[in-house]
């Protein structure tokens, strides 16, 4: 049947191209993706530790899911931001450690592996990151060949926290006066500015509270310079009880500082009038040792005491502790997604960086190509209560090559963390979280039938994983 053009028909169409479709593109959700360096688990108020000041991030606990069982797969930078961008083990592609940009010039991400911010890109988002990136210094590493369409930053693991000597827009590299969470959420600001009519993926990437922590501005130092914080564990056998509290003071205002860059970017979404359409998610490469286990750091921990022990593994030096624990690879998380997320939701089913890939695409209601390989899980089934089955476990691995040499490879189950190396033959670990959540008793020698079993179960589903993606640890 013919259609008769009349002024009519026309000023429908006006109306629908002018009106109707700019609301349809206008429904493609913002994201703007919070990535801090080395946060303690509990290093949120709102995630439960009362030490830190913290509103503005706690505004994103509470306006939406605080995801409890929060972890990584790998307790250090650049395997673990591995995981974030490709969904894939640091181990399928030679990264293990953090990269050192002074010996391992060469090592980054391949060309060719799929990243999720190429499909946002392709998908007709604004994409942009800045702050730090750690996953390769050469030009074939930089974050716009990964679908980034600006970067200001950081390719490296470290810089000062102040007058940093940064990356910019340009491609220039120049020292920037000013405190560098300052400077990187600037950049994040003007993006925001610019692309507010437009659907966009910001990933803005701090480099706090990884060390040094100081300096900050003065009002984020002013609540702790004086203060006399309690620590977790004052009575552990020779921990150097002074630095710890000194390291803490430093740390804390070091987490006000990133604290008081997020008000900044939750206030510009909502002048601009974006913050219903925006979703904002807060989390961290890795958790954090704040004194506990006696040491400080993640992973590749160093102990804070007055005498080491003596020397127990012929590749571990007795100031090294390097580990699995809880402490170093959970990490505080929380998305708020307006009209899908209800304020003051708690979800404790297992998420890793891994599941960030397929979770963001789905977000953004974009495909995941059908020929990548993905090794993390859509977990907006979970958010919006459409999961049927969800496994709560998470394969571990971390083969440490500075400071110490490690095979650690584990598991880590609701009741259950498993821990074996392979570098040092006889060196594993088993934890019975029910019991003892902060893993302060090795059980792997225990004679009891039911450890035994676990340690037989939680050893042969290790093996399974490590198979499955070709990891040759244990060869």
């Known amino acids: ?59 994103i606990f509470h306006e939406g899911a605080h995801l409890t069982n929060s972890f990584v797969t790998t307790p250090v930078c650049s395997p673990s931001r591995v995981g974030l961008i490709a969904s894939i083990y640091g181990s399928e592609i030679g990264i293990t450690d953090w990269i050192n940009p002074n010996t391992e010039q060469q090592k980054g991400l391949p060309a060719e592996l799929p990243a999720f911010p190429q499909l946002f890109q392709q998908n007709g988002y604004r994409t942009a990151l800045f702050g730090k990136w750690h996953l390769g210094i050469q030009d074939r590493h930089h974050p716009t060949r990964f679908g980034y369409d600006q970067f200001a930053g950081i390719r490296t693991g470290g810089c ?64 702790f310079k004086d203060l006399d914080p309690e620590i977790p564990n004052p009575e552990y056998p020779n921990l150097n009880v002074e630095l710890v509290k000194k390291r803490t003071r430093e740390y804390l205002a070091a987490v006000k500082s990133i604290d008081r860059n997020v008000g900044r970017v939750l206030e510009l979404l909502k002048i601009e009038g974006i913050e219903e359409n925006t979703i904002v998610i807060f989390t961290s490469d890795h958790g954090y040792n704040l004194g506990e286990h006696g040491v400080w750091y993640k992973g590749n921990a160093i102990r804070v005491l007055t005498e080491n022990p003596e020397m127990q593994w012929p590749n571990i030096p ?60 859509d977990y907006t089934t979970v958010l919006k209560g459409d999961a049927k089955k969800w496994t709560n476990e998470v394969f571990l691995q971390y083969s440490m090559h500075h400071g110490a040499k490690t095979d650690m490879r584990g598991l880590r189950t609701k009741r259950w963390k ?23 008793t ?6 009891s039938r039911k450890y035994r079993t676990a340690k037989r179960r939680l050893s042969a589903a290790t093996l399974e994983y490590m198979q499955q993606i070709g990891d040759a640890a244990f060869k």
Not at 325 to 349: K, L, M, N, Y
Not at 418 to 440: Q, V
């Open 160 to 223: 000062p926290p102040k007058d940093p000597t940064i990356e910019l827009l340009d491609g220039t590299v120049k020292k920037v006066e000013g405190y560098t969470c300052d400077i990187f959420t600037d950049h994040a600001l003007e993006f925001i500015a610019n692309e507010a009519k437009n659907p966009f993926f910001l990933s803005l990437h701090f480099r706090a509270p990884h060390a040094a922590w100081l300096p900050v501005r003065p009002e984020d130092w002013e609540p």
């Open 1 to 59: 049947m013919a259609i008769r053009i009349t002024k009519c028909n026309l000023a429908l169409f006006w109306f629908v191209l002018f009106c109707i479709a700019p609301i349809c593109r206008a429904a493609k959700p913002n994201i703007v993706f919070i990535y801090t360096d080395d946060q303690a688990p509990f290093a949120v108020n709102a995630a439960g530790d009362d030490r830190f000041i913290t509103p503005n991030i706690d505004r």
């Open 418 to 440: 498993y821990m074996i190396d392979f570098a040092n033959p006889g060196r594993s670990e088993l934890y019975d979280l029910k019991l003892d959540p902060n893993e302060l």
């Open 318 to 377: 007795p100031q090294r502790r390097p580990n699995l624990w809880d402490t170093s690879i959970r990490v505080p998380t929380a998305i708020r997604w307006p009209g899908t997320i209800a304020p003051g939701t708690s979800e404790d089913r297992f998420f890793s960086n891994l599941d960030w890939f397929p979770t963001l695409l789905a977000m953004a209601e974009i495909d995941v190509p059908q020929d990548a390989v993905i090794r993390g899980r």
């Open 442 to 447: 090795n059980l792997v020698d225990s004679e």
